[in-house]
């Protein structure tokens, strides 16, 4: 009787961690947190957790830099543009003056090589995130 008690307590007080990391983008069928769009292309996309753990989506870099600037925020990620899934948003190198879906014109990379190397085939610019949330993302 009593290892039956203990083991109801057992359930009824555990409670599962949290969920922590990026998920995987279902492209067609999720929506950006913050214009509703669909997300239809890889490379663009960005991921944060908020301090409850909640996943929040987003097509473009800059929606989920417009919307974390007005929301408590726990972890971010973003796409890395070459393919190579999420890379934190603080260990990213960024390229300025490209076109996204939501016309942003930021991307991110996981290795600064290649984000220097896009940047010059594709006439953009390598900017560190501090420019990012004070200069060239804003709506």
Known sequence: ????????SAVLLWKPAPPTGPEPVRYGRDACERCRMHMATPGFAAERRDEKGALHKYDDLGCMLIAASHAASGEAWVEDRAGSGFVPLLSATFVAGVDTPMNYGVIAFRDAAAAAKFAADHGGRVVPLERLLTTEVRR
């Open 1 to 8: 009787m009593v290892a039956c008690a203990a083991l109801l």
